[in-house]
């Protein structure tokens, strides 16, 4: 794991469709940009932005968001979503999140992920299986 810098940002970028809309994630009976859509996405350009500064085999995983989701977007709309590292403090990074669609800002919050080895992870995590 290289050293992890402060204001680093990345995006990410989706149309809207019908596989992404309210009606078809479960979070409602709209045909609009779902909340679940906006926070994967959101997700994914932190994803993104931690990805520039990983060794070989780490990853990251989330473990905290907290947004608003302030505007709808209706389908055939663009929506980017751009993460910045505020805080880096060993393998926790916490990230400023903000979505925008063609119209403007659409949702806003921070994201909290944490560094892992991951095959270490996953084994960790199948070993769950074994449990049972």
Not at 5 to 22: D, Y
Not at 42 to 64: I, K, P, W, Y
Not at 97 to 123: L, P
């Amino acid at each position: 794991m290289k050293e992890f810098i402060v204001g680093t940002h990345a995006s990410a970028q989706t149309t809207v469709t019908g596989s992404n809309t309210a009606k078809a994630m479960g979070s409602g009976n709209l045909e609009v940009f779902s909340t679940p859509a906006m926070i994967a996405l959101m997700e994914e350009a932190a994803t993104r932005c931690a990805a520039q500064f990983l060794d070989e085999g780490e990853e990251t995983v989330g473990t905290v968001i907290s947004v608003k989701h302030m505007s709808s977007t209706p389908v055939s709309m663009k929506v980017e979503a751009r993460a910045t590292l505020t805080e880096a403090d060993g393998k926790r990074l916490v990230f400023d999140v903000i979505a925008k669609d063609e119209a403007g800002n659409i949702g806003a919050g921070t994201h909290e992920r944490f560094v892992v080895v991951g095959e270490k992870f996953m084994q960790r995590t199948q070993g769950k299986l074994a449990a049972e």
